[in-house]
């Protein structure tokens, strides 16, 4: 079975830190992609980063980065400098590719970002 | 803006009514679903289309159904509505690529039962 495991309910960091954001995962696919959805306090869910499990590079899009640790089955979010609408909820996410219709959801973690 | 509208965005119902979410998409995609948003849970998956006509549980589909007659509908059914059924639901597709399959949401739908 698939399981998503966010262990920060809340978490704070000083505007233009960097902040860290655990998850792990734990699959017996050996193909699968992990994700990272913000969802601001609007409601909406954002897509930030996709990380394929075959992919050797550690994933970037803008101030986001995924620190990719296979053996650990660790996929941690990065956010470098943070700012104040960086306050969100993020949400890890793992799906099989050869089976997109499969997603899997962490239970969240609330990062508010202090000025 | 990957085209995704949900109705009702708010709706408030008495336990033991019928209740139908709807989900329309513009950008004709195969892959639609359905998941509720609970504190502490996440997302968790309620029913998926893979195409017309074609749809498949997910982990809490009790007290659920969906039908999808057309590519850009995909609705959500409750039968008879519980206080248990009381959430924030959210209709998805896939947008990516095939190496991706990122999802995309629509705004949420939040159902209060009473």
């Known amino acids: 079975a698939q399981k998503i495991t966010q262990t920060q309910p809340g978490m704070f960091v000083q505007e233009k830190e960097a902040v860290t954001l655990d998850c792990t995962y734990d699959?017996?696919?050996?193909?699968?992609?992990l994700f990272w959805y913000k969802q601001p306090s609007s409601g909406e869910m954002i897509f930030l980063i996709y990380?394929?499990?075959?992919?050797?590079q550690n994933a970037t899009e803008g101030r986001y980065s995924l620190n990719f640790q296979k053996a650990r089955k660790s996929a941690n979010l990065v956010i470098s400098a943070s700012q104040l609408g960086d306050s969100a909820m993020y949400f890890c996410?793992?799906?099989?590719?050869?089976?997109?219709?499969?997603?899997?959801f962490g239970s969240g973690t609330k990062l508010n970002v202090k000025p | 803006d990957a085209g995704i509208t949900q109705s009702p965005r708010h709706k408030v119902t008495e336990t033991g009514t019928p209740v139908t979410l709807r989900c329309h998409q513009t950008?004709?995609?195969?892959?639609m679903y359905w998941y509720r948003q609970d504190p502490g849970h996440g997302l968790r998956l309620i029913h998926y289309s893979y195409g017309v006509k074609d749809t498949d549980k997910g982990e809490v589909s009790d007290g659920y159904s969906v039908s999808r007659s057309k590519t850009e509908d995909f609705l959500l059914t409750l039968e008879s509505a519980t206080s248990s059924q009381t959430s924030v639901y959210f209709c998805a597709i896939t947008g990516g690529g095939v190496n991706t399959g990122e999802l995309f949401f629509g705004e949420g739908s939040r159902l209060t039962v009473l």
């Open positions: 950008e004709n995609h195969r892959y």
């Open positions: 990380q394929g499990s075959y992919d050797e």
């Open positions: 699959t017996s696919d050996q193909s699968y992609g």
């Open positions: 996410a793992m799906s099989p590719t050869y089976n997109f219709n499969k997603f899997y």
